[in-house]
């Protein structure tokens, strides 16, 4: 079992986005800790939400379960979840899944906040083939 290390960061331009970082591996076992990590952020009322995978390499399902679950509560209240930088095997099982359906990734963090500081939506990152 590896850690799951977290920072949080909130940046403020025409609207707060919520820049979350994650290290490690998120399983299980610590799914419950990126869970409150979303919850604080929401309950500080930011809905624009950034997670930087860049640092995961593997997500469980209860990880997934956890993006799932919250990105209904944050789009209710007008925002976003994106996910930015999988690495090769994580952005695998997100398609599989055909999680690209409900969250949008995109190759970097810069990307995806860039789309909620200009407050314009670009859409997710195509599939180049």
């Given at each position: ?24 591996s ?13 919850e604080?952020?929401i ?8 997670v ?23 789009r ?15 952005r695998?099982?997100?398609e ?32 180049r083939?």
């Amino acid at each position: 079992m590896e850690k799951l290390i977290i920072s949080e960061e909130k940046l403020n331009g025409k609207v707060p986005v919520a820049l979350i970082t994650l290290k490690g591996s998120i399983e299980t076992t610590n799914a419950a800790t990126l869970e409150e990590a979303i919850e604080r952020v929401i309950n500080d009322r930011c809905y624009q939400i950034v997670v930087d995978l860049g640092g995961v390499n593997y997500i469980s399902s209860a990880g997934w379960g956890i993006f799932i679950s919250e990105i209904k509560r944050v789009r209710r209240n007008g925002g976003d979840i994106k996910l930015a930088k999988m690495n090769p095997a994580v952005r695998e099982v997100f398609e599989i899944l055909e999680f690209h359906n409900i969250l949008k990734p995109y190759s970097s963090k810069e990307d995806a906040l860039r789309d909620f500081m200009s407050g314009v939506e670009k859409g997710p990152e195509t599939k180049r083939k």
